[in-house]
């Protein structure tokens, strides 16, 4: 790319700094969960709409995802900036999805009028959810992609690097089922649901021995009980298997089951 070319795409981002900045701020400081990032919608489709961008909300039928299209005054490839804006239980945006999304709105702002010289259509698309089941996933078999040329997006991360290895994930949640009593007055009339949920952490544990070294497993009860006095009934935990290939991640996850 040519020194004009570069001058003046640092002259773009740096004109759409203030807007942008509020985004990244205000989503920050405005974490919401996966498929309730309805505020980090409005703020990315309002300053989309404001450059001349057409905005579908409720994109492939889910609600807090979006698709943005600017269309080049010249034909040519359709250019896709995917866009994550979901924050972390507790934690908010600790993974920066704030960031990403603004990266991607600015890219997609900033590539106008390269479309118009050189041709082209942009496509700025709100893939909610990644941290837990991933959007992307089901907006893939929705065929939300198909028409794109290229797909990008930007992470943010403690070190330059025009690319990186990722893990593949799988999500799942697993149930235990047992029968309620009073843990003092009648314990012998109960099946511990939590036991047999503190048996699966254990085996999980003996499990990751003998795991090839990029494989991951991480798992978290979400409801071990109501009371102590009460044997537990009903348990439930959300795990993730990650590797860097799906079907191994895949694989675990069935041995995770089992």
């Not at 990244?24 to 489709?45: C, M, R, S, V, Y």
């Not at 991933?134 to 198909?146: I, N």
């Not at 439930?236 to 799906?246: D, G, I, M, P, V």
């Amino acid at each position: 790319m040519d020194e004009k070319t570069l001058k003046r795409i640092d002259e773009i981002v740096a004109g759409l700094k203030p807007e942008l900045r509020k985004l990244a701020l205000d989503i920050h400081d405005t974490p919401e969960l996966g498929n309730q990032e309805f505020k980090a919608l409005k703020w990315q489709a309002d300053l989309l709409r404001k450059y001349g961008f057409r905005v579908e909300k409720g994109f492939c039928d889910i609600p807090t995802a979006y698709r943005a299209i600017y269309k080049g005054k010249k034909p040519g490839p359709k250019i896709g900036m995917l866009s994550e804006y979901d924050a972390l239980p507790e934690l908010g945006h600790a993974c920066g999805h704030n960031l990403i999304c603004t990266m991607s709105v600015g890219a997609g702002i900033a590539m106008r009028e390269f479309a118009d010289e050189y041709g082209a259509d942009i496509y700025v698309i709100g893939t909610p959810a990644e941290e837990t089941a991933g959007a992307k996933v089901e907006m893939s078999r929705k065929h939300a992609f198909d028409e794109l040329d290229v797909a990008m997006m930007s992470h943010p991360a403690y070190k330059d690097a025009s690319s990186l290895n990722f893990s593949a994930i799988k999500c799942f949640t697993i149930e235990f089922f047992g029968k309620t009593a009073h843990a003092a007055g009648a314990p012998e009339d109960g099946i511990n649901a939590l036991d047999a949920m503190i048996q699966l952490f254990v085996s999980v544990g003996l499990l990751r021995q003998q795991t090839k070294p990029d494989a991951r497993i991480h798992g978290i009860i979400q409801d071990g009980g109501k009371a102590p006095n009460i044997i537990p009934d009903y348990t439930r935990a959300l795990f993730y298997t990650r590797a860097s290939r799906f079907s191994y991640a895949m694989e675990l996850s069935e041995k995770v089951r089992l």
